[in-house]
C-alpha cells in the first residue's frame, strides 16, 4: 500500500486504486492528444483504447462515455488552478 495522492483521503489506497488511477491517467493523456490532434467528434473510443493499450470495458469503467472525458478534462483543469 502507498500513501494517497492529494485529493482524497488522506490514508493508505490499495494497488487496485493506485493503479485504476493510472489507467484514468493513461485514458486522460491518451485522449487528450487524439481530442488535439483529431478533433473530438472524430476521435472514437476505440481509438483511444486502442492507444491506451487497454480494453473497450476497462474505458467504460472508468468513463460511462466519451463526453463524460470531458466532465474529468475540467475537473483536472480545475486542480491545476
Known sequence: MIP???GE???IIS?????KHETRNRIFEVS???FREKGFKNTTV?????????A???FFNSFLTKEA????FRQ???ELV
Not at 494497488?15 to 493503479?19: A, D, M, Q
Not at 472525458?69 to 474529468?72: A, T, W
Open 4 to 6: 494517497t495522492w492529494s
Open 9 to 11: 483521503k488522506r490514508g
Open 15 to 19: 494497488l487496485r486504486e493506485k493503479k
Open 32 to 34: 487528450a492528444r487524439l
Open 46 to 54: 476505440d481509438e483511444i483504447t486502442k492507444e491506451a493499450g487497454i
Open 56 to 58: 473497450k470495458g476497462t
Open 69 to 72: 472525458l470531458l466532465f474529468y
Open 76 to 78: 483536472q483543469n480545475e
